[in-house]
């Protein structure tokens, strides 16, 4: 029988990818867990692994293909199995580093064929369907493999994993008896705005030169498009005096020196918003149809500019952190995440972000909320200017910073409250710290 290897879905946002270098040939012997592809997704460079052995059979999309859409099929893999049917179409998995978790691709939106094959049988995907019905359950083939053994039907466990898909721990912990809870009814799509071509905006051919958007460009387009359409926002904005932070970083670096460490601004700054955070928890939530998503941890987003667009790699449990912790782990994040070496999970789910651009001389902007997080803080620069304190005139480092908040979970007197503890933290940072 023929299994035909499907583009798989890499991220949750992922919709195409460039399939940039197969690691095999037609007629070579592949077994599970064998790398067989790289492919360049919107966010990032990943290798995807064979789930089953067999022999491949015919590769069905060239090397350095830009534009593949997920679920098309890439390769077509030969072998037997158990009953010698045909099987259906299975999705390639993703590899993590040496050292990292192996990851599991999100299954595409798009339905493969029913299956004829018998459960366990070769394949790269893992379903199931509820309670007799048509509605798909997803499950990685370890997991699947373990739920077997126990005796556990997959149509009553949650998955933990992307776009709901049951993985390792949530059949390791599960009993035969494990419900599933109600899933929410889906919302109507929204409709869609028409953009009109160039040309029917009256802009002739041959005026300008096109370049194409390549994935991350599409999927930042139309997330920001959601984001700031959907989600009732408003900015909060203060004013910062960052003399006392100053000095406190130049003695911090001045004692880090001979560990080849440097703390920046920002890394104080996100350290200042895991603090805040903590002290104000209201303001670390998520909207959801279900409810408010009070989040446990703060996981903090950082924007980086990369070429062809911007990725929020995380600072994972950010509040709990050392500067020096920060520093080493915020350069690593931004340098891997200018190659797109980061993994998914290294730049998915947080739960707040801090967008600065005070590097580039900006004195104060608004940011557009990084679905599902409840707010993102924009960092101005930090320049000297006249104020007033006491009656006098005198001079002082200023830095502007703006909140952008989804009202329905960080309304304004949140906002104003995160903020003044965020002020207290960067005016006095010893304060970070007790």
Same mark, same amino acid.
């Given at each position: 029988?023929?299994i035909?290897v499907?583009?798989?879905?890499?991220?949750?946002?992922?919709?195409?990818?460039?399939?940039?270098?197969?690691?095999?040939?037609?007629?070579?012997?592949?077994?599970?867990?064998?790398?067989?592809?790289?492919?360049?997704?919107?966010?990032a460079?990943?290798?995807?692994?064979?789930?089953?052995?067999?022999?491949?059979?015919?590769i069905?999309?060239?090397?350095g293909?830009?534009g593949?859409?997920?679920?098309? #099929?890439? @390769? /077509?893999?030969?072998? %037997?199995?158990? $009953?010698?049917?045909?099987?259906?179409? &299975?999705?390639?998995? +993703?590899?993590?580093?040496?050292?990292?978790?192996?990851?599991?691709?999100?299954e595409p939106?798009?339905?493969?064929?029913?299956?004829?094959?018998?459960?366990?049988?070769?394949?790269?995907?893992?379903?199931?369907?509820?309670?007799?019905?048509?509605?798909?359950?997803?499950?990685? #083939?370890? @997991? /699947?493999?373990?739920? %077997?053994?126990? $005796?556990?039907?997959?149509?009553?466990? &949650?998955?933990?994993? +992307?776009?709901?898909?049951?993985?390792?721990?949530?059949?390791e912990?599960?009993?035969?008896?494990a419900?599933?809870?109600?899933?929410?009814?889906?919302?109507?799509?929204?409709a869609?705005?028409?953009?009109?071509s160039?040309?029917?905006?009256?802009?002739?051919?041959?005026?300008?030169?096109?370049?194409?958007?390549?994935?991350?460009?599409?999927t930042?387009?139309?997330?920001?498009?959601?984001?700031?359409?959907?989600?009732?926002?408003?900015?909060?904005?203060?004013?910062?005096?960052?003399?006392?932070?100053?000095a406190?970083?130049?003695?911090?670096?001045?004692?880090?020196?001979?560990q080849?460490?440097?703390?920046?601004?920002?890394?104080?700054?996100?350290?200042?918003?895991?603090?805040?955070?903590k002290?104000?928890?209201?303001?670390?939530?998520?909207?959801?149809?279900?409810g408010?998503a009070?989040?446990?941890n703060?996981?903090?987003?950082?924007?980086?500019?990369?070429?062809?667009?911007?990725i929020?790699?995380?600072?994972?449990k950010?509040?709990t952190?050392?500067?020096a912790?920060?520093?080493?782990?915020?350069?690593?994040?931004?340098?891997?995440?200018?190659?797109?070496?980061?993994?998914?999970?290294?730049?998915?789910?947080g739960?707040?972000?801090?967008?600065?651009?005070?590097?580039?001389?900006i004195?104060?902007?608004?940011?557009?909320i990084?679905?599902?997080?409840?707010a993102?803080?924009?960092?101005?620069?930090?320049?000297q200017q006249p104020?007033?304190?006491?009656?006098?005139?005198t001079?002082?480092?200023v830095?502007?910073?703006?909140?952008?908040?989804?009202?329905?979970?960080?309304?304004?007197?949140?906002?104003?409250?995160?903020?003044q503890?965020?002020?207290?933290?960067?005016?006095?940072?010893?304060t970070m710290?007790?």
């Amino acid at each position: 029988m023929s299994i035909d290897v499907l583009m798989p879905a890499l991220s949750p946002t992922m919709e195409e990818g460039t399939l940039a270098k197969w690691h095999v040939k037609k007629g070579d012997k592949v077994s599970s867990g064998d790398v067989i592809a790289e492919i360049e997704t919107d966010k990032a460079t990943m290798e995807v692994e064979a789930v089953d052995e067999g022999v491949i059979e015919d590769i069905l999309v060239a090397e350095g293909s830009e534009g593949v859409k997920v679920n098309t #099929p890439i @390769a /077509r893999l030969s072998g %037997e199995d158990a $009953g010698g049917s045909q099987s259906p179409p &299975q999705s390639a998995a +993703p590899t993590a580093p040496p050292k990292g978790e192996q990851l599991k691709a999100p299954e595409p939106a798009a339905a493969p064929p029913p299956s004829s094959s018998p459960a366990g049988g070769g394949g790269m995907r893992s379903e199931a369907t509820r309670d007799g019905g048509g509605d798909r359950v997803f499950a990685s #083939p370890l @997991a /699947r493999r373990i739920a %077997e053994q126990k $005796g556990l039907d997959l149509a009553q466990v &949650q998955g933990s994993g +992307p776009h709901g898909r049951i993985i390792k721990r949530d059949v390791e912990g599960a009993t035969p008896s494990a419900k599933a809870p109600s899933a929410a009814p889906a919302g109507a799509p929204a409709a869609a705005r028409q953009v009109q071509s160039l040309a029917q905006m009256g802009i002739p051919d041959g005026t300008y030169d096109l370049i194409p958007l390549d994935g991350m460009k599409k999927t930042v387009a139309r997330r920001m498009t959601d984001s700031f359409r959907d989600v009732p926002h408003f900015p909060l904005t203060i004013d910062l005096e960052i003399d006392a932070l100053l000095a406190s970083r130049a003695k911090i670096n001045a004692m880090l020196e001979k560990q080849g460490i440097k703390v920046s601004v920002n890394d104080l700054v996100l350290k200042a918003a895991a603090v805040a955070l903590k002290r104000v928890p209201e303001a670390n939530a998520s909207y959801s149809p279900e409810g408010i998503a009070m989040h446990h941890n703060a996981d903090i987003a950082m924007a980086v500019a990369i070429d062809g667009g911007l990725i929020t790699p995380i600072i994972r449990k950010c509040e709990t952190k050392g500067l020096a912790q920060i520093a080493v782990e915020a350069k690593d994040l931004a340098e891997r995440a200018r190659t797109r070496k980061l993994k998914p999970e290294e730049f998915q789910g947080g739960t707040f972000s801090v967008s600065n651009l005070g590097m580039f001389g900006i004195k104060s902007f608004n940011s557009i909320i990084n679905e599902p997080q409840g707010a993102i803080l924009s960092v101005g620069v930090g320049a000297q200017q006249p104020v007033v304190k006491n009656g006098e005139l005198t001079i002082a480092t200023v830095m502007s910073v703006t909140l952008t908040c989804d009202h329905r979970v960080v309304d304004g007197a949140i906002g104003a409250r995160w903020l003044q503890a965020f002020k207290a933290l960067i005016e006095d940072p010893i304060t970070m710290i007790v």
